[in-house]
């Protein structure tokens, strides 16, 4: 991957952990399975705060509000969109994504997620998941990223049940 993060869009990408620790996955909107699941993220407007962005994109994605910080990765972890990719970010210049997450925990009631709380919406379906799953569950060309993302918030999760 490029070292040069100006070609990169900036974005924001949240893990949402369940007070048993557990996290929140969503199954992307008119994305074919298996690999529609993914954790909210989305792009940073100019001048905006990273974690403002994050609690926005949040709130827009999935209706919640109701969260508490946790930890925020020091770095940029970068993805490149794969060869052919043809999504508007691409078509826009930007050779993919780099993106700083936050975790944040949960202190609402499953009632709050509202799916449409922002048309269109990004997620037809979600559910609470252990952080051990995300990176099997996402497309390919971010699994790397989402490795890095479990490195790093690894000790607010639960641990995955035995197979």
């Known amino acids: 991957m490029s070292q040069d993060l100006e070609l990169y869009r900036p974005n924001v990408g949240v893990v949402l952990f369940h007070r048993d620790g557990r996290v929140w996955l969503g199954r992307r909107?008119?994305?074919p399975?298996?690999?529609?699941w993914q954790f909210p993220q989305g792009g940073v407007?100019?001048?905006e705060d990273?974690?403002?962005?994050?609690?926005r994109e949040l709130a827009e994605e999935t209706g919640a509000s109701q969260?508490?910080?946790l930890a925020r990765t020091e770095d940029w972890v970068a993805y490149d969109f794969p060869a052919g990719h043809g999504g508007p970010k691409a078509m826009r210049g930007w050779k993919g994504q780099k993106q700083v997450w936050f975790a944040f925990r949960f202190e609402g009631e499953d009632a709050e997620f509202d799916l449409s709380a922002h048309p269109p919406p990004e997620f037809a379906a979600w559910r609470w998941a252990h952080l051990a799953e995300a990176a099997e569950l996402i497309v390919p060309f971010k699994r790397a990223s989402y490795d890095r993302v479990v490195e790093s918030f690894?000790?607010?999760a639960a641990m995955r049940p035995p197979a």
């Open 29 to 31: 909107a008119g994305a």
């Open 33 to 36: 399975g298996p690999f529609n």
């Open 45 to 47: 407007d100019p001048g």
């Open 50 to 55: 990273l974690q403002t962005a994050a609690r």
């Open 67 to 69: 969260v508490s910080f």
């Open 154 to 156: 690894g000790g607010f």
